[in-house]
């Protein structure tokens, strides 16, 4: 027989799966024709295809000591890749590419073995020249999408995962992680119309219906998410994926005891379920039982460490006790490896704290405008180090945050930014200086009002006789993050549930109230005045608070504004409220004129207002004697 005439007959055999003789014919072929490269390379795809990766690499070297043809380096790379030596195999797949630069199979190992090396941004340049000779590999797509999922840039992975199911609409993990990088790029929506495009597909992987459920609950569809888990559970018992869904959800809505007892029943099925730990901390937080929250978080971050989602929730437990803060201001610093995080990146080091005498430092906001508020009370702080100091803030904070002691320049984030020799987010200044319950940086005011400004104010605002009261009733939402959207019903609500407020005498109110929610005063309970529409920003809001006597607000900025401006203000906090104003405490270590009227249930604001109306009741009966007095 010929040697093309015994490889036919066992490729024959081994298409048959009759594997034993087809490797019996192999090796007859190699013995009789001890030169051909080629039966020593069929030999090799027969072992590779039997995942005995180890031998099939032998083989193939052997074929290419022979004839160092390209496809013998593919095979090679492949045979290296299978058998876990990316670097092995990155170097074979190279030689492939050497002979034969359009041999896009080599290239594609290629990313695969960068991929696997950790060499994240290399493979993602060699997926996209992949691509650009063949953009309609989903495999190639689908890989992208992983890659950029590592980078932490979920909504180009999405892009990816969605050029992936174009390709290959039976696709079904491409569709699952299409939805779920969509959800972690804070595209809920985008997220429900994909988990439905696959189940019209006939995608039914229960991380799918996972996926769908947890779209649901990122829009506050909460009824609807857990009908979903609860069909994947009765399809699939103890899905861990369906369980960690159904308990964040439960948890959010504010259903707690029911929140703990599903995680309990999860974790019969899964003991030490690191995200169902998490969840159950969460909703042991949300009832107060702190100490129990703290020992849940503990367990999740224990059985999974890399995660930083749990790492943060455990950080923000330990704040909320007021007394672990400096373990929780180190895990907070977690939040900066989410994935949802607005992490920055920048050319110079972040600043952890070293000397920085007379170098310069940017400071940059980060989150909401209540943080930043809250936290450049520590550029005092820093400027003592002696640096210069480059104050970055929203541009609706730059006006105010121009008079800082300390600070050389403030800039609007956007905008171009001066040369600096290191960085650090504002929130991260409580870890850097140790920030503990007694060293908490509570000296006010640290923002202070422009005179001439604050007597323009007044002389625009007549409110009459009587104590001046500022009031704010909702939140901004944030409509693009979708947690904020989802807490800022719970912290807000209708100007109309502030009408006992009107029916104190004495008093003159002054909306605060920016947003949708201020078109409330177009049929206000009780009179107000509104100044609202010609404030810029918030140098503006401060001085007219600074006319005011007291500041009654939602847990929102203008609270911060209040307090870190040293006036008296009054704040309505959720029972589950925000870790900076702890636990069963009326007063704030953060702001020394700050008092708080708490939930005493989730939901139910009308024993905290009758509390403050009654509260306000005594303070106009005193500002009045005193008036009577003088």
């Known amino acids: 027989m010929t040697l093309d005439q015994i490889l036919e007959n066992a490729a024959t055999l081994q298409q048959s799966g009759a594997v034993e003789a087809a490797e019996r014919a192999y090796l007859v072929a190699i013995s009789h024709f001890p ?51 990316p ?8 030689e492939a590419v050497a002979g034969a630069p359009d041999l896009m199979e080599a290239k594609f190992g ?52 969605r050029a992936a199911v174009t390709s290959a609409p039976d696709n079904a993990e491409a569709w699952v992680n299409l939805a779920f990088m969509l959800e972690l790029a804070d595209q809920p929506e985008a997220a429900l119309r994909a988990c439905e495009e696959a189940r019209a597909a006939g995608v039914a992987l229960p991380a799918l219906l996972v996926n769908h459920a947890s779209a649901l ?98 950080g923000l437990a330990l704040l909320a006790s007021g007394t672990h803060m400096r373990e929780g201001f180190a895990l907070f610093e977690h939040r900066r490896r989410q994935v949802t995080a607005a992490t920055r990146s920048f050319s110079r080091p972040c600043w952890q704290g070293e000397d920085i005498t007379g170098r310069t430092l940017l400071l940059h906001a980060e989150q909401g405008f209540g943080d930043t508020l809250q936290f450049i009370r520590y550029v005092k702080l820093v400027a003592a180090s002696g640096a210069r100091i480059i104050l970055e803030v929203q541009p609706e904070l730059v006006r105010l945050c121009a008079a800082l002691p300390g600070v050389a320049q403030v800039v609007a984030t956007g905008a171009a930014l001066p040369d600096f020799d290191l960085h650090c987010p504002l929130l991260s200044l409580p870890h850097v200086f140790g920030t503990d319950l007694a060293s908490i940086p509570a000296a006010i005011p640290y923002l202070t009002v422009d005179p001439a400004l604050a007597n323009l104010w007044a002389s625009r605002l007549s409110t009459g006789p009587g104590v001046r009261v500022g009031l704010v009733w909702a939140g901004h939402a944030q409509s ?79 609270a911060h504004l209040a307090g870190a401006l040293g006036k008296p203000v009054w704040m309505l906090s959720r029972f589950d409220g925000c870790w900076r104003w702890l636990r069963e405490r009326q007063d704030s270590p953060w702001y020394p004129t700050l008092r708080l009227y708490r939930q005493p249930s989730p939901g139910d604001w009308a024993p905290a207002i009758a509390a403050l109306a009654a509260d306000l009741t005594q303070l106009t009966t005193t500002a009045q004697s005193a008036a009577r007095a003088a």
């Open 480 to 558: 693009h993050r979708a947690y904020a959207r989802r807490i800022d019903p719970r912290r807000s609500l209708a100007l109309a549930a502030l009408a006992p407020l009107g029916a104190v005498p004495g008093i003159a109110f002054v909306s605060l109230q920016k947003g949708a929610p201020a078109e409330e005063l177009a049929n206000p309970p009780f009179a107000i005045a509104d100044p609202m529409a010609e404030v810029a920003d918030f140098a503006d809001t401060a001085a007219i608070i600074a006319g005011l006597d007291l500041v009654i607000s939602v847990d929102t900025a203008v």
């Open 217 to 314: 609950r990122a829009l506050g569809r909460f009824e609807a998410a857990i009908a979903l888990c609860t069909e994947i559970l009765r399809q699939t018992p103890g899905d861990a994926d369906a369980y960690a869904t159904l308990t964040a959800t439960l948890a959010e809505m504010g259903q707690y005891d029911r929140a703990i007892a599903t995680a309990d029943l999860a974790l019969e099925y899964h003991p030490g379920l690191a995200r169902v730990e998490s969840n159950k901390g969460i909703a042991l937080l949300g009832l107060g039982r702190i100490e129990a929250a703290i020992a849940a978080l503990r367990r999740g971050v224990a059985a999974n460490p890399a995660d930083p989602d749990i790492a943060v929730n455990l």
């Open 110 to 161: 290629r990313g695969r073995c960068q991929h696997l090396m950790g060499q994240i941004e290399a493979a993602v340049a060699t997926y996209r020249e992949v691509l650009a000779a063949r953009p309609q590999a989903s495999p190639v797509w689908f890989n992208l999408g992983m890659a950029l999922h590592a980078l932490r840039r979920p909504a180009e992975a999405a892009s990816a995962f």
């Open 35 to 85: 030169d051909s490269a080629e039966a020593r390379y069929r030999r090799g795809l027969l072992h590779l295809s039997q995942n005995r990766s180890a031998t099939a690499a032998i083989l193939f070297r052997q074929a290419l000591a022979l004839a160092p043809a390209p496809r013998f380096y593919l095979s090679l790379g492949a045979a290296l890749e299978q058998d876990g030596r």
């Open 87 to 94: 670097q092995a195999a990155a170097a074979a797949y190279r």
